[in-house]
């Protein structure tokens, strides 16, 4: 079992930045690829980034790509995901992800999800 915690969220005009965390415990870390997901209302959840298992080698969604970065610190058991130049169209929670593949872009390919935490960018 792998336990995830998100934080970071919040509320941020728009051209802003945020940093997420997601906390692990239980199992190793550095074994897992870890991934970043956002579900708005009404919507399904949907894509942001994910990283492999070193950190080496990092994939985006388009509609992130150039202003999300995806990072990992295995000896803190940690992974971040740095929002800069938001947009309202950003808002959704955020979840992050542990699983055994990488690159995984479904949520299907990840055993292990935090709660979320929410993000919203005002225009």
């Known amino acids: 079992q792998v336990q995830l915690g998100e934080s970071g969220g919040g509320l941020v005009q728009a051209g802003g930045s945020l940093r997420l965390s997601c906390a692990a415990s239980?199992?190793?870390?550095?074994?897992?690829?870890m991934g970043w997901f956002r579900q708005a209302p009404g919507k399904e959840r949907e894509f942001v980034a994910t990283?492999?298992?070193?950190?080496?080698?990092?994939y985006y969604a388009d509609s992130v790509k150039g202003r999300f970065t995806i990072s990992r610190d295995n000896a803190k058991n940690s992974v971040l995901l740095q929002m800069n130049s938001l947009k309202p169209e950003d808002t959704a929670v955020y979840y992050c992800a542990a699983g055994a593949n990488y690159p995984a872009l479904v949520p299907e390919r990840y055993n292990y999800w935090g709660q979320g935490t929410q993000v919203t960018v005002s225009s």
């Open positions: 239980g199992r190793t870390f550095s074994n897992y690829a």
């Open positions: 990283i492999s298992w070193s950190g080496s080698t990092t």
